[in-house]
């Protein structure tokens, strides 16, 4: 936990409400972000994703497993997170485990659905390649590097990010004349199929401090939040996850209010980090 004094928690407060936060920013506008691709040679895909002090590194890889029974047309995505223990000294002992499944489960809702994958953001069809026997399992590890705030969005930025610098080897499938026979793969080491992430969305969460929500907050004005709602938003404005976090409860028209306030700022959030991937790919 952040240790404030009385004063700077109601320097805090007070500045919010004026809408002029303690780093100058206004209440709707992001810390500056920075972006590498192909951080991690060994990954099919990985980034680096900076948001003011805040550190993220998601790696992607791509084994070839089977589709699961109930959904024999779709590959699968998994999500991991851990806490390096000097990201931040709450991460110090069992801290990190716990905060590590909370984000995990927090992704899994506004990038998969839920555990099941059903409703998932990421295009889970794209990752078959012949229906119920041969599909892409896609691992997808989060790393906190640096915590000062806003870890969820952060973490969806650079899994966003990581997935646009994936490469899927390109499979040759040899179909044997029984379809109860396993089919024979070919998996080529120079042809790679990039990943679409037009539909990949961003998290928006939305802090509220007082009477006012912000965005990107830092670790000092999480401290003073008496709930938070995490809005899963592609490029379309089409919302594929909602998750929230801490006690008090809201009012749903305050929920739908938030909700359009992370549309309106999801498109500005997208823009600048296509601008940065773009970016990234060209330093490589």
């Known amino acids: 936990m952040v240790g404030l004094s009385e004063g700077e928690k109601h320097f805090i407060r007070g500045g919010i409400a004026q809408d002029l936060r303690t780093d100058g920013r206004r209440r709707l ?145 040899s179909l044997s004349a029984t379809t109860d026979e396993e089919p024979e793969v070919n998996v080529s080491d120079e042809e790679f199929l990039q990943f679409d992430t037009s539909s990949v969305p961003v998290i928006v969460t939305l802090t509220k401090v007082g009477k006012h929500y912000i965005v990107d907050a830092t670790s000092e004005e999480e401290s003073q939040m008496s709930s938070a709602v995490s809005v899963s938003v592609n490029r379309h404005g089409q919302i594929r996850g909602l998750t929230k976090r801490g006690g008090a409860g809201l009012d749903p028209s305050v929920i739908f209010d938030m909700i359009s306030v992370a549309k309106h700022v999801s498109r500005q959030f997208i823009s600048v980090l296509d601008s940065e991937i773009l970016a990234a790919e060209a330093a490589e």
């Open 29 to 173: 506008q992001f810390r500056a972000i920075s972006v590498e691709t192909g951080v991690i040679p060994q990954a099919n895909g990985s980034a680096r994703v900076r948001l003011g002090a805040t550190e993220v590194i998601a790696t992607v890889k791509a084994e070839l497993g089977k589709p699961s029974i109930l959904h024999p047309d779709k590959g699968k995505v998994s999500i991991f997170v851990d806490c390096s223990p000097t990201a931040a000294p709450m991460f110090e002992g069992r801290g990190s485990e716990e905060f590590s499944a909370e984000l995990c489960v927090a992704l899994q809702r506004c990038l998969l659905g839920g555990k099941s994958g059903a409703g998932a953001a990421i295009d889970l069809s794209s990752l078959i390649v012949v229906d119920g026997k041969v599909c892409w399992d896609l691992y997808i590890d989060g790393l906190v590097v640096s915590s000062d705030g806003n870890l969820l969005d952060a973490l969806a930025a650079a899994i966003k990010v990581a997935l646009s610098d994936t490469g899927i080897p390109k499979v040759n499938v």
